[in-house]
């Protein structure tokens, strides 16, 4: 019996940093006239899944001209609103009733070349930003976002349990939209790592760029336990990309005051460097402690496992070493400080013995002048 997907849809999401922090109360009071509402997770996984902060999540409406093939119905749009400054487009694409797997694979390398959606979602993520302005801290606007897909699926046929579907389709060639070679068992291997399994009846499989999820009850907790791991490798790209911005401007300062014969600028650069490491630790601590899982709930495993897909840990690091770079060279620049302190009293003392020895030696011409 050839596999047709019955029900289900493709989730695409965009993410874009918008600011540095942001009121969720605020927001909440500033779209109360539209269907806004908090993240919530089933009981069961609040057991598991620890959030600080839920995020917003509001419907943005349907996208009137946008249209895909073995697509029907309309596209929503839908947005969640972080409060550590990120917006969270997603987009629902309902599947056609019947689609066989690999006009699935047709539909997934057909969204990898759509550039609509990356213009779609940066409109409705502008018009959210200006509405939600009075909400927002330190309102920036970063070029770059991230992008992911998730395959999500509620009814196959052709299948009695979703083990079975690893064996009667190429699940890798869908999660990296390849439709013009056949991957290298090797590759498969690689990609078919991520999959996990709470029962039967469901499957999740995690890579970098998309993810399958097979899920009966319909049910998009573990979409959003990936959307979140996403928000978090937005954050790290671009306090990574800050930071990079930031360490180059306080080298140039560093050296123009070099350059300059005892200049005194090293004790603001030394306050700029303190007060950039306070500031992106503070980010750090907040971004960790905006979620936590406990033991090893099937959503823990998934977000563990999306954070190494998208290899948080590695862009923690990155950043978290360049934040201890802010720490050093305030040390050093107040090290310069402290010379150039110590530069300066000692001609002060210099120039005052002179001062001293000048009105000596004038006092003693003067005396000898009236003798």
């Known amino acids: 019996m050839s596999i047709q997907i019955k029900k289900g849809s493709i989730l695409v999401y965009r993410v874009f940093d918008i600011a540095e922090e942001v009121n969720l109360a605020r927001v909440e009071e500033l779209l109360k006239t539209e269907s806004s509402q908090r993240l919530k997770f089933t009981r069961s996984a609040r057991q598991a899944v620890i959030m600080r902060n839920a995020p917003v999540s509001l419907s943005l409406g349907a996208l009137s001209d946008f249209s895909l093939p073995f697509a029907s119905g309309k596209t929503e749009a839908f947005a969640k609103i972080w409060d550590y400054g990120v917006v969270s487009i997603q987009f629902q694409i309902p599947l056609a009733p019947g ?48 992008d992911y897909a998730v395959f999500f699926l509620e009814e196959i046929s052709g299948i009695q349990k979703c083990s079975e579907l690893l064996d009667q389709v190429d699940i890798a060639r869908l999660i990296v939209a390849e439709t013009s070679v056949n991957l290298a068992d090797r590759a498969k291997k690689t990609i078919l790592e991520g999959t996990y399994q709470y029962s039967d009846r469901d499957l999740t499989i995690v890579d970098w760029n998309s993810a399958l999820v097979i899920e009966p009850s319909g049910l998009k907790e573990v979409p959003d336990i990936i959307e979140f791991a996403l928000t978090h490798l937005m954050e790290m790209r671009y306090y990574d990309s800050l930071l990079d911005q930031k360490l180059a401007l306080l080298y140039d300062s560093i050296e123009e005051s070099r350059a300059r014969f005892l200049s005194n600028r090293f004790t603001s650069l030394s306050r700029e460097a303190s007060a950039r490491y306070i500031e992106f630790s503070e980010f750090i601590e907040r971004v960790d402690n905006s979620f936590k899982v406990v033991g090893d709930y099937y959503l823990a495993r998934i977000f563990r496992a999306a954070g190494e897909k998208f290899r948080i840990p590695e862009w923690e690091s990155n950043v978290t070493r360049k934040i201890n770079l802010f720490s050093s060279l305030s040390e050093l620049l107040q090290g310069e400080v402290n010379v150039n302190r110590s530069l300066w009293l000692e001609i002060t003392i210099v120039v005052l013995i002179l001062f001293e020895l000048v009105t000596t030696f004038m006092k003693i011409a003067t005396g000898s002048g009236s003798g």
Do not use: G, M, Y
């Not at 779609?120 to 606007?141: G, M, T, Y």
């Open 99 to 146: 689609l066989n797997w690999e006009e699935l694979i047709q539909l997934s390398a057909k969204l990898e070349q759509d550039t609509l959606i990356d213009e779609a979602a940066r409109f409705r993520c502008q018009e959210l930003v200006n509405v939600i302005k009075p909400a927002l801290r330190d309102v920036h606007s970063w070029h770059e976002f991230e």
